[in-house]
């Protein structure tokens, strides 16, 4: 019953990675046969691109903002588990940014950002907090940002649907025995609600991961990892480097660099979390 989509599994992750292993410690070109590199791409990753360091610190910084959106879904989410009336159609607005196409998304925060026709800038003007029209696309201090605005408006729906499930799976005769025994609110938060969403805002930690790391489209329409290299992510460093260069091989050995570092990080994560996070006994 497996086979099928475990055979997709194989041929479509195991085997591209795989081929990238094989051809990180190749020099490969389409007009020659294939010689051996041995770590000669790895040397030129660690040592001398300058191009990967900022984009390995782009995507950390990317990674880094995930907490700010899982916090504001994370206040979402409670303040929709209370008995509110049109509860469910305040949750399906703040849902609809997820489904939304990412290409749609990058459209709409273009022209949000517009140093002519945004809203963004109309709103700062009229209000007197800048006095002229901010490039946020086109300034090297300004672009990253502006893709993480984007980015989180894009997802904090889907981490609030993630959190507002694992809140409605609590019992609530905790909450009302804690109630009972004299816990106020913030000591029931914290020592029954925490404990049991850790599973939950694991899953949210893990897919924040998951979009820093291929963050592509987003990026590529939006800024197209510019000015220069200023919101270049690791996906798009990548993509350059194998369709813009032709590099290949050396695109292999960044892709091993990146899946590595991911791995490092969901293990971490996972470690921080209690070492178990999606069991289902939550140890």
């Given amino acids: 019953m497996l086979a099928p989509a475990l055979a997709i599994f194989i041929a479509?992750?195991?085997?591209?990675?795989?081929w990238n292993m094989v051809l990180s410690v190749q020099?490969?070109?389409?007009?020659?046969?294939?010689?051996?590199?041995?770590?000669?791409h790895y040397r030129e990753l660690f040592l001398y691109d300058d191009t990967l360091r900022q984009s390995f610190e782009n995507t950390l910084?990317?990674?880094?903002?995930?907490?700010?959106?899982?916090?504001?879904?994370?206040?979402?989410?409670?303040?929709?588990?209370?008995?509110?009336?049109?509860?469910?159609?305040?949750?399906?607005?703040?849902?609809?940014?997820?489904?939304?196409?990412?290409?749609?998304?990058?459209?709409?925060?273009?022209?949000?950002?517009?140093e002519k026709v945004g809203l963004v800038n109309h709103v700062l003007l009229s209000t007197g907090i800048v006095g002229k029209p901010l490039h946020f696309l086109q300034d090297d201090q300004l672009a990253l940002g502006a893709v993480i605005v984007a980015s989180m408006w894009q997802v904090i729906g889907l981490y609030m649907i993630i959190l507002l499930t694992g809140l409605q799976s609590i019992p609530a005769t905790l909450k009302q025995a804690a109630a009972s025994d004299g816990a106020g609110p913030w000591q029931r938060f914290r020592h029954i609600t925490l404990p049991l969403m850790?599973?939950?805002?694991?899953?949210?930690?893990?897919?924040?991961i998951v979009n820093s790391f291929a963050a592509f489209d987003l990026v590529y329409v939006m800024t197209d990892?510019?000015?220069?290299?200023?919101?270049?992510?690791?996906?798009?460093?990548?993509?350059?480097?194998?369709?813009?260069l032709g590099r290949?091989?050396?695109?292999?050995?960044?892709?091993?660099?990146?899946?590595?570092?991911?791995?490092?990080?969901?293990?971490?994560?996972?470690?921080?979390?209690?070492?178990?996070?999606?069991?289902?006994?939550?140890?």
Avoid at 27 to 40: D, E, K, R, V
Avoid at 80 to 94: E, H, K, M, S, V
Avoid at 249 to 261: K, M
Wanted: glycine share 8%; charged share 10%; hydrophobic share 60%.
């Fill in 12 to 18: 479509y992750r195991l085997a591209p990675l795989f």
């Fill in 27 to 40: 020099h490969w070109s389409m007009f020659q046969a294939p010689t051996f590199a041995g770590l000669y």
């Fill in 61 to 114: 910084i990317y990674l880094a903002s995930s907490p700010i959106a899982i916090a504001i879904a994370f206040a979402l989410a409670l303040l929709l588990d209370r008995p509110l009336r049109a509860r469910g159609l305040y949750r399906a607005i703040f849902f609809i940014s997820y489904p939304v196409m990412t290409v749609v998304v990058a459209v709409i925060w273009q022209w949000l950002f517009h």
């Fill in 198 to 208: 850790r599973p939950s805002i694991f899953l949210c930690v893990v897919v924040a």
């Fill in 225 to 244: 990892g510019g000015p220069g290299h200023a919101s270049e992510m690791m996906i798009t460093y990548i993509y350059d480097v194998a369709f813009s």
């Fill in 248 to 283: 290949f091989d050396y695109a292999a050995a960044l892709t091993i660099f990146n899946f590595a570092f991911f791995m490092m990080l969901a293990w971490f994560a996972n470690r921080m979390a209690g070492g178990d996070a999606g069991g289902g006994d939550g140890r």
